[in-house]
């Protein structure tokens, strides 16, 4: 059985890591974005149909590696050395949208250990609030969130230097730059103080 000592493993989240996730998956999905917005300009939109058509086909992977694309980036750019705190108003938003950052943080690690894909602390621009959600998958979310911390959960992102998923977010938790997420915040409020007369608030 292969120990973590084992020197073919990269070190958890060292560069060399992540390199190869970038290799494995956002790099490739980037190709593909091209390749499907190409087909796209010729794809039949005359012979149509719900349960499967060519239109259908392309337009639900090009969300699913556009969204790829995003959330890999916003993940990559999430990571950070250890030592990193979140600015006082982002302290102070998961203080009173979770009662403390321990509160926060115990359920954003349950989260990562029962999501199959994604684990992102957003922004809702429709009422301003914090929220932790998962995904199984690139193309699931909520439409007006706008995601501050992204957590790739998929095994590819830890498997190869990590014995355990838990291993995994444990080390990602005190490597959150925490810095790029608290300027995430301002920005999605920014937009928020701005689009407030534009929606109206249903729930
Ligand atoms: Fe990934």
Same mark, same amino acid.
């Given at each position: ?46 012979? #149509? ?6 239109? %259908? ?7 699913? #590696?556009?969204?790829?694309? %995003? ?8 990571? @950070? ?34 999501? %199959?894909?994604?684990? =992102? ?19 699931? @979310? =909520?439409?007006? =969130? ?50 407030? %007369? ?6």
């Amino acid at each position: 059985m292969e120990t973590g000592g084992s020197t073919n493993k990269p070190s958890g989240l060292s560069r060399e890591h992540l390199e190869e996730h970038y290799k494995l998956y956002p790099a490739v999905h980037k190709a593909k974005i091209k390749e499907i917005e190409a087909r796209l300009i010729r794809a039949d939109t005359a012979c #149509v149909d719900p349960t499967y058509c060519t239109l %259908r086909s392309l337009k639900k992977e090009y969300a699913y #590696v556009l969204n790829s694309v %995003r959330l890999h980036d916003l993940y990559f750019e999430n990571i @950070g050395e250890p030592g990193s705190r979140p600015s006082p108003e982002l302290q102070s938003l998961i203080e009173q949208f979770f009662g403390s950052v321990q509160e926060w943080e115990k359920q954003f690690f349950a989260l990562a250990l029962c999501a %199959r894909g994604w684990v =992102v602390l957003g922004f809702d621009l429709r009422d301003g609030k914090l929220r932790n959600y998962f995904t199984d998958d690139h193309t699931e @979310g =909520v439409w007006s =969130v706008l995601p501050l911390l992204v957590l790739d959960v998929y095994e590819h992102a830890y498997c190869t230097a990590f014995q355990t998923r838990s291993d995994y977010v444990e080390k990602f938790l005190k490597r959150v730059l925490w810095e790029i997420v608290s300027r995430r915040l301002r920005a999605a409020r920014e937009v928020f103080k701005s689009i407030q %007369r534009c929606f109206r608030v249903s729930s």
